[in-house]
Structures are given as C-alpha cells and as structure tokens.
C-alpha cells in the first residue's frame, strides 16, 4: 500500500503559520469561521465530500470533511478555537520562530495538531492513497469552553466509528500520546443570606460570605491526590461594604477525577451542599462536562499500533494520562477506541511561552497519516 508523503517540516511550518496568524478566540464566532473557510476550501478543492453546521449562542461552525469508502469510518476530530484574545499576535505573542521553536497563540493547543489532521486528509485525498477505511474529519469551534456546541456533532460522527483519534497536543519532554485523561466539570455555587448593620444589628444578619466560606473548605476537603481527585474555587465573590453583613455570596468550582465513579462521589458530594439552614439559602448549579477518558484494551491497541509507526519514524512514542479534558473523553465514553494526544510536541498551553518544536511536524503528522490509511 503507497503510504502518503507528509512534505518537509518548513513547508507545513509556513501553511500552518497562516493558521495561527487567523486569531480564534472561542467566542468570535466570525473569527473561527474565518480559518474554517480555508480548511474548508482546501479540502473541498481535492474532492472532500463537506458538510458545515451553522454555528449557535454566538460560536463558530462545525466543518465535516469525509473521504469515500466502506464501513465503518476512522474519526480524526480537532478544534481550532483557542483560549488567547485578538490582538495577542500583535502584541505580547507574535508568531516568530526561535531555533527549534515556533511560537504564537493557540500553535500548540491546538492548531498544530488541528492543521496536520487537516493535511493528512487532504493530502490522502490529493495524492490517491487507498485508506481501509473512509474518514472522517471534524474541525470545531468551542472546545477550549466544554463543547457546548459541537459535542452532539462529535458523538453522532463517533457513533459506529471504528475509532476515533484526536490531535491534541503531544505531552511531556518525551512527547507521549494520551490513553486516558480525568472527567472535568464544574459548578456555580450561589448564596444567599440576610442583610444588616454589622455593628447595631449583627445578629439580625446572615453571612453569606461565611457560608461560603464553610462551602469551600468542604469543597477543598474532597482534593484526594492519591486518587487522582482534585478541586478547585475560583473565582469567588460576597459582600458589598464592610460595614454590612453580606447578603449574597457565590463561586466557581472545577473538579477533576479519573474514573466515572470518583466523578459522580465528587458531584454528589458537592450537590449535597445546596438547601436551606438558618437563613441561609445555597444553590448549587452545574455538573460533570466531560466523562474520563479511562484506559481501555481497544484505546491501547491503538496506540501499540502508533508507537510501531512512530519508531519506523525514527522516534519514541510514549503514553500517558493527563489531568485536562479533550474531546475524546466524549467518545471513550461512549466505548468507541480513542487516541488522544497525537499532535506536535511542545509545550505552553494557556501560557505566554506556548511553543511547538517545529521539526517534529512531519514525523507527527507522518503517523497520523499512516494511522488513517492502515487502521484495519
């Protein structure tokens, strides 16, 4: 079977670069559309058959790209939004090119790994590769804020899939792919207590802020490292003058645990904190986003397969579990084989020296390549 040329790593540097220089934040609908409209018109241009979902409650679309075939398809599924807002690349994080690093906003998480997921299928389609089974790519718009949008779109296209693999961002100084990843979610948490003078009529009050307090140190108490298990409160808010005894008070919460029952002890744990006691009301909103992605026998025979094309790569591929949530942690859940973590190295997600190591673009998207075409 022909196996697809990749092309040199300069070459998917400068194309990718146009690509981090289309800023996408999450919540500029027409600024994804922007960079979907060139993935789109690439693709289109070597026979893709498309398929694009308006977006809605202000994100960008959803594009669908799908090659011909039989059976049941492999699912490559990318984002292009990021978390940086317009004019990052004009100031504090130009793209630029440093040794092996390049750099700019969103390069690592994950137009990198979003882009060569892009060439690989446009690149086997351009270039006649058989593939054993037809494939399927989505570029969305909203993952770095949960998928509110694309996540129906995601687990439709993952549904009867053979496998689904995602090119977040490689991890660690070795550059491992990911075989699980811990649930998220999250939580607003609102009370409400009682005004008054906070020196003639302290007793007529009802603190929400020490409410809140108490809710936290709770929240806190469920951090279990051991079992991977972690939570987190911010931001918090209370109060209006400090001569007034709070009447409202609330927070964020985020959690995060990696099996399916250590996130439901979590949420029933911080459920149980809503109610009403001694005047003090508490509601508590939200709940489990993204289910764990946990190990499983299929999503290990997949990555066996990747290390061995990776070595005929010239290098490594090790795995491991990572504590932030992707795309895949939808469809492992729904017991389809996933591969998460398949993009380029670097390192700096969220973060002002976020970076890829540029070289390792073609030998990266190579596997990706291999992995559509000979995924039996």
Known sequence: MPLTEIGPAERLLEELRGWVETETPSTDAAAVNRLLDRAEAGLGAVGARLERTPGRDGYGDTLIARTPGEGAPLVIAGHVDTVWDHGTL??????????????????????????????????????????????????TPDEEVGSPTSRTAIEREARGARAVLIPEPAGGTQGACVTGRKGTGGFTLRIAGRSAHAGGNWSEGRSAVVALAECIQRIHALTDLARGVTTNVAPVWGGTRPNVIPPEAG??????????????????????????????????????????????????????????????????????????????????????????????????????????????????????????????
């Open 90 to 139: 004009a100031g504090p994080m130009p793209f630029r090119i440093d040794g092996p690093r390049a750099h700019g906003p969103g390069i690592y998480d994950m137009k990198a790994g979003s882009f060569l997921a892009f060439h690989a299928v446009r690149e086997i389609l351009r270039q006649g590769t058989p593939t054993r089974r037809p494939i399927t790519l989505l570029l």
């Open 251 to 376: 927070c964020r919460i985020d959690f995060r645990a990696p099996s399916l029952a250590e996130a439901e002890r979590v949420v029933a744990a911080i459920r149980a904190l809503a109610g009403e006691r001694d005047g003090i009301r508490i509601e508590v909103t939200g709940g489990l986003n993204r289910p764990p992605l946990e190990e499983s026998p299929a999503g290990l025979a997949l990555y066996e397969q990747a290390r061995e094309i990776a070595a005929r790569q010239g290098y490594r591929l090790p795995k491991h579990h990572r504590g932030g949530g992707s795309d895949g942690n939808f469809t492992a859940a729904m017991g389809i084989p996933t591969l998460d973590g398949l993009g380029c190295t670097g390192a700096g997600a969220h973060a002002p020296e976020e970076h890829i190591r540029w070289a390792d673009l073609a030998p990266r998207g190579a596997v990706l390549c291999e992995l559509l075409e000979t995924i039996e």
